[in-house]
Each structure stands twice: as structure tokens, then as C-alpha cells.
């Protein structure tokens, strides 16, 4: 069973900047793309970032594009997520997420895409 835990969140001004870390149980990390998602109140679960399994080219929403940078470190299990010049609506709840197969990163933006889900970590941007 694969674990995954989101940290970093919290409350920050806009403009601000948080780093997301997500922590990754098992010893096949390295096999996998990763992706982060947010969720809204009331809102879809939405696709914010995602990296291959061996890093190189990341993808990105066009609501983050040039704001947010996703990395991973395979020998620590962790993949994390840069956000600078944060909005008020940036404020949504934050996943990182495991893709469904090897070595693969097809339709990296939609969530079926991705089998293993941490708890979330909150971020709330103020105005």
C-alpha cells in the first residue's frame, strides 16, 4: 500500500510563497510520475502540476504557468511544489498524487489518471 503526505500548507498574504512537500511510502517512487491537484469549496478537483517519474519536463495549468514549480527527489520519496505570488484564488485545498502506471504520463491533467491520493494540505491565500 502506498502512502502519500502533504505538508506545507497554511495561511499566507497574496504575493507570498509556500513550498508544498509531498512524502512518498514504497520503494518504486522512482517508477512513477506525480501529480498535484487542488480542490476549491464547491469547486472540481483540478489539475495544478504533474512531473515524470525520472523529473525532466514538467506540465503545468495555465492558472500557475511561470508562478508554480514542481520538483521530486526520487532517493527521498518526495515530490514538492513551489508557489510564488499567490492569489486569493490559489486558496484551495492541495494533493499530490500517484500516476496509475509505470512510466507513463499520458493524460497527466485529468485525475483517473492517478490511482494513490495523499489527505490534502490546506492553503488559504488572503487578500
Known amino acids: 500500500q502506498v502512502q502519500l503526505v502533504e505538508s506545507g500548507g497554511g495561511l499566507v498574504q497574496a504575493g507570498g510563497s509556500l513550498r508544498l512537500s509531498c512524502a512518498a511510502s514504497?520503494?518504486?517512487?522512482?517508477?512513477?510520475?506525480m501529480g498535484w491537484f487542488r480542490q476549491a469549496p464547491g469547486k472540481e478537483r483540478e489539475f495544478v502540476a504533474a512531473?515524470?517519474?525520472?523529473?525532466?519536463?514538467?506540465y503545468y495549468a495555465d492558472s500557475v504557468q511561470g508562478r508554480a514549480t514542481i520538483s521530486r527527489d526520487n532517493a527521498k520519496n518526495t515530490v514538492s511544489l513551489q508557489m510564488n505570488s499567490l492569489k486569493p484564488e490559489d486558496t484551495a485545498v492541495y494533493y499530490c498524487?500517484?500516476?496509475?502506471?509505470?512510466?507513463?504520463?499520458?493524460?497527466?491533467?485529468?485525475?483517473?489518471?492517478?490511482?494513490?491520493w495523499g489527505q490534502g494540505t490546506q492553503v488559504t491565500v488572503s487578500s
Open positions: 514504497g520503494r518504486t517512487f522512482g517508477s512513477y510520475a
Open positions: 498524487a500517484r500516476s496509475r502506471r509505470t512510466y507513463y504520463i499520458g493524460a497527466y491533467y485529468l485525475p483517473v489518471e492517478y490511482d494513490y
Open positions: 512531473i515524470p517519474w525520472s523529473g525532466g519536463r514538467t
